[in-house]
């Protein structure tokens, strides 16, 4: 059942869910913000990756592509062909416009997949939410919309000296019907709050006084107890259930036989203040938080667990379609959920693919299935004529390189970097620097490599390359020598066929855990060998 699929969400979806199979959904798509959240590797000059931008920037501009997905939705007719048509007399061809097209086809795609008891959560922020709630009104029925949760998503910051600072993203709660699942969580109280009403204690322990008024006239419930009068709108219990109090020691009599008697609430007997639509205790991810893996768009997994947690149950199947660096399936792995992730870019999918390597038992990795990626030379072929970008991070995938973000003029040559440390006393961390080549190779592409080794002080350079190498090549490597490690000896200069990568040949290098790290490597769930060891998760110049 759980299983990565590497494609157009609508097409997987289409092609691969059934109808009512999936218990939770959750989404986190981008925003439509003018500020590419969604963009992973912007260049320092200010460019950014062309697969990047087909993945998320265009998706939005009002084109061809969007007016179709809008016609489709409005010639289904219904309530979201009206609401569309709404949008569309309101927003006209818009980027906003092509942006909702997108969501309203996707959306209306989900509710197929959700069982009748399924529950759906969209998260987003203030720049589309109003018209998102809109959307699932008329997809989902008002009827259904259970909660507008608030989480507060950043420390206050002030966006611009023309509005006030932004800090809380919108999670819209929806379910299929008025049958579902919600098992409520309690947040922990406060010393503020515990402080303010906690002040009495006897040998059960700390309590407060709760009022046994009624809130509203209850005639039934006006009786006098024990020679105190009741009060004029009635008491909130009936006079059987005041006896019971009473025999339990839970009722505080006043001194004065005017005043009211009132019920004991022991804070040990409490789980805590009740769930509620506003999340603040689930603090956002900084950049030196164990579990950040240097994906601008990741949420804390925290929040996952929540979701998951209280609209599931243990073997129920979750969907992320937009599943990006994996919160949602570590979320639900964790937790003993099925799942099923889908996104667009061969970068998400490798990085999701390494999390769950370096955070579960191997056997747990190995009952996931990954489809749609490259599985053999024509594929391969066909990826790199397609989109030399998604060729390019599916490559470092492969062997679990981080793709370089581009320093300009500084890092020419280098499409990917692995780093390590190999137990010498120095402690230096080394690294393995990657070029790939999809096209046509020869001796001068490892003459170059050869140079930025030097130029960067590398232990060794790897040329990934989807043609077969050729005898110049291999000689070219041969001369540039070795690099000496406790593991014994490993070319300088190496040379992996797309062919070796896909038969399971790697980089000849020390035999160090956490090396195959694309981002900051996840935490560990099993207790690891003395000689395991953590890889430089980022570069410095990102802190």
């Known amino acids: 059942m759980n299983t990565l699929y590497y494609g157009d969400n609508l097409d997987i979806l289409r092609r691969y869910v059934k109808d009512e199979s999936v218990d939770l959904i959750y989404l986190d798509p981008p925003f439509n913000s003018a500020q590419n959240y969604n963009v992973l590797f912007q260049e320092h000059d200010g460019a950014q990756s062309s697969a990047q931008i087909k993945a998320f920037k265009d998706t939005w501009t009002w084109d061809q592509e969007a007016?179709?997905?809008?016609?489709?939705?409005?010639?289904q007719g219904g309530q979201l062909s009206k609401?569309?048509?709404?949008?569309?007399?309101?927003?006209?061809?818009?980027?906003?416009?092509?942006?909702l097209s997108m969501m309203a086809i996707r959306l209306n795609e989900l509710k197929r997949v959700m069982k009748p008891t399924a529950s759906i959560y969209l998260h987003c922020d203030s720049t589309a939410s109003h018209y998102l709630k809109i959307l699932m009104d008329a997809i989902f029925g008002l009827e259904?919309?259970?909660?507008?949760?608030?989480?507060?998503?950043?420390?206050?910051?002030?966006?611009?000296?023309?509005?006030?600072?932004?800090?809380?993203?919108?999670?819209?709660?929806?379910?299929?019907?008025?049958?579902?699942?919600?098992?409520?969580?309690?947040?922990?109280?406060?010393?503020?709050?515990?402080?303010?009403?906690?002040?009495?204690?006897?040998?059960?322990?700390?309590?407060?006084?709760?009022?046994?008024?009624?809130?509203?006239?209850?005639?039934?419930?006006?009786?006098?107890?024990?020679?105190?009068?009741?009060?004029?709108?009635?008491?909130?219990v009936s006079q059987e259930k005041m006896v019971e109090l009473d025999i339990d020691q839970r009722l505080y009599f006043p001194l004065k036989k005017d005043g009211r008697i009132m019920k004991k609430v022991y804070l040990h007997e409490l789980e805590g203040q009740p769930m509620t639509d506003i999340w603040t205790d689930i603090q956002p991810l900084s950049a030196y938080d164990a579990e950040r893996l240097g994906y601008p768009t990741q949420k804390p997994l925290a929040l996952l667990e929540r979701i998951i947690q209280a609209s599931s149950s243990e073997g129920d199947v979750v969907l992320d379609p937009f599943c990006g660096c994996g919160t949602s399936i570590d979320a639900a792995q964790k937790l003993n959920r099925n799942w099923i992730g889908?996104?667009?870019?061969?970068?998400?999918?490798?990085?999701?693919?390494?999390?769950?390597r370096d955070t579960y038992d191997p056997e747990i990795v190995k009952s996931y299935s990954v489809i749609g990626e490259p599985i053999s030379m024509p594929d391969a072929i066909a990826l790199a004529a397609q989109d030399k970008f998604q060729f390019q991070y599916w490559a470092l995938g492969l062997v679990g390189a981080r793709p370089a973000e581009q320093k300009k003029g500084a890092d020419k040559g280098i499409d990917g970097r692995l780093y390590f440390h190999d137990g010498d006393k120095s402690g230096k961390t080394k690294q393995v620097i990657f070029s790939v080549k999809g096209g046509h190779t020869d001796v001068k592409d490892m003459r170059d490599l050869r140079g930025v080794i030097d130029r960067e002080n590398a232990e060794i350079g790897v040329l990934i390359t989807l043609q077969p190498s050729t005898a110049p090549m291999r000689t070219e490597a041969a001369s540039a020598g070795v690099y000496q490690?406790?593991?014994?000896?490993?070319?300088?200069?190496?040379?992996?066929?797309?062919?070796?990568?896909?038969?399971?040949?790697?980089?000849?290098?020390?035999?160090?855990?956490?090396?195959?790290?694309?981002?900051?490597?996840?935490?560990?769930?099993?207790?690891?060998?003395?000689?395991?060891q953590n890889a430089l998760l980022y570069d410095e110049d990102e802190e």
Request: charged share 25%; aromatic share 14%.
């Open 67 to 75: 007016a179709r997905e809008y016609e489709d939705i409005v010639e």
């Open 83 to 99: 609401t569309m048509q709404a949008f569309r007399q309101i927003l006209g061809p818009t980027n906003m416009m092509a942006y």
């Open 144 to 236: 259904n919309f259970r909660n507008e949760i608030v989480w507060k998503r950043s420390y206050g910051h002030g966006d611009s000296k023309k509005s006030m600072g932004r800090s809380h993203d919108t999670i819209l709660f929806y379910t299929y019907s008025k049958q579902y699942t919600l098992n409520r969580f309690y947040h922990k109280h406060t010393k503020e709050y515990i402080e303010t009403f906690f002040k009495f204690k006897d040998e059960r322990g700390v309590y407060k006084l709760e009022n046994l008024t009624s809130p509203n006239p209850r005639p039934n419930l006006v009786y006098e107890y024990k020679g105190f009068p009741p009060p004029v709108k009635g008491w909130r």
């Open 342 to 356: 889908i996104d667009i870019t061969h970068l998400a999918i490798s990085l999701i693919k390494i999390r769950l």
């Open 485 to 532: 490690s406790a593991w014994g000896k490993h070319a300088k200069l190496q040379i992996l066929t797309i062919e070796d990568l896909l038969s399971g040949k790697r980089v000849d290098m020390p035999n160090t855990r956490g090396v195959n790290v694309t981002f900051r490597q996840a935490p560990k769930l099993q207790t690891e060998s003395d000689f395991e």
